[in-house]
């Protein structure tokens, strides 16, 4: 096992258990002014071979850990092993490896950001080496930016998913073109549809990311009404939301600083929320699955679900001021994760006395303390 290969920084959190191949290292286009992940680090290709070789070794280290549980006496059975080896990896590449056989073995996730930048003929030969490699998997995804592959051609995307691919996560945060220049996106809403209604029809599962809270306090309607209309106009298979978090590596921190971009407020942004909602008339499924977002349970399938989406925003907001506050508190600091833990005395005893000690002996607790526990755990 004292074999490794190259391992990127991030994954969806749907890729929690994917096996992760770098197929590119870092982003090509690295300036959107919220993103800070790839920051002072340069853009590669990486060799098809060399994909391949990381590849080999993760086939290497799936047949070790299958001989192990043959030698150790659980008859070929891998969760037993891999849940040691993933305890006490050798180094990150086979905690991956360990890790994701332990769920099954069964998706990859091509990493970093924008894998689509590839050649298609290298990328979906490297998708086909991997489903040769690995015949049981059944689920290859990866990260792209929509300009990318708003500019391949449509037979480009329909040969990558013969190849394999099954999902592409797009980047989409917002469909309102000056709050997109602002950000420096490096895309406009109408590359952001011609992106997204090409992956659909290529036949390849799209999920579409949006940031709540990006527009701040100058630009939330038109950040909430244009991305719902660019959404109903791609109609992706999922609708993924994270709030926005700011960190000092993020070109945007200065601008907070200097007083050109005001963040909106936890109740601020699911005004926002309910307005992206209600102007949503895809067929999209729609996930809260990111910690940074205030109301978890906003979830479902549309537009069937909108009007129970909508209730959960609704419950919230009627709470008298005190609980909206405590439930903010709490999430934040993780005591809570849904609005029912509310009812939770114990739990709201402890958020009471958080609250008590941020607030330096008053009820109230100011809202930058609030971004910045939401921050703490991103
Ligand atoms: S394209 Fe994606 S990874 Fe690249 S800078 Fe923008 S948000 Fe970050």
Redesign the pocket.
Known sequence: MAYSFELGPIRPPSEAYSLLIRATIN?P????K??S??KERRFQLRPVEEIKQDIRIAKLMQDKIKGLSWKSGYGGRIKEIAGKVFNNPLNEASRNVALWLYAGGDSVFLQD??SLIMRTNELAEVIRFLKEIFPSIKRITSYA?SKTVAKKKLEELIELHEAGLSRIHI?L?SGYDPLLQYMD??VTAAEHIIGGRKVVESGISLCEYVILGLGGRQMWQEHAIETARVLNEIDPDFIRVRTLTVNNKMPLHNEIENGNFIRATDEEILDEEKLLIEHLECHSNYISDHITNLLQEIEGELPQDKGKMLAVIDRFQTLPLEERANFKVGKRVGIYSNLDDLYDLHRHQVVEQVIYKLGQGSNQVDEKIIYTLMEGFV
Do not use: L, V
């Not at 286009?29 to 959107?32: D, L």
């Open positions: 982003c286009w690295n300036r959107c919220f993103c992940i790839y950001a924008n930016r980047g945060e996106k490096g």
